[in-house]
């Protein structure tokens, strides 16, 4: 059974940086594509970023271009999201999620961590 789960989420001020993590266990990391995604209360989730497999590919929704960076450590089963330059705009709840095929669809993932609550203050 494969499980995810997140951490380093919190409270920061607008223009800091903050480094999500998730680690993999049940499975085979390197067999997965993993995927970042956000949702407010109220709101749909969201896609923030992918990437695939090794050799490593990755994407990014255009709303995060430019300040979000995800990247993959197979020795450690874990995937992390860096965010730079936050702003308020930012603030939900990051799951991360583990799937067959790197996408930014939703529903083509297979697995979900619980969420990191990141919350950014002005």
């Known amino acids: 059974q494969v499980q995810l789960v997140e951490s380093g989420g919190g409270l920061v001020q607008a223009g800091g940086s903050l480094k999500l993590s998730c680690e993999f266990s049940?499975?085979?990391?390197?067999?997965?594509?993993m995927g970042w995604f956000r949702q407010a209360p109220g709101e749909d989730r969201e896609f923030v970023a992918a990437?695939?497999?090794?050799?490593?590919?990755?994407f990014y929704a255009e709303s995060v271009k430019g300040r979000f960076t995800i990247s993959r450590d197979n020795a450690k089963n874990t995937v992390y999201l860096e965010i730079d330059s936050l702003k308020t705009e930012d603030t939900c709840l990051y799951y991360c999620?583990?799937?067959?095929?790197?996408?930014?669809?939703?529903?083509?993932?297979?697995?979900w961590g619980q969420g990191t609550q990141v919350t950014v203050s002005s």
């Open positions: 999620a583990a799937g067959t095929m790197i996408t930014s669809v939703t529903r083509s993932y297979d697995y």
């Open positions: 049940g499975g085979t990391f390197t067999s997965y594509a």
């Open positions: 990437i695939g497999r090794s050799p490593f590919s990755a």
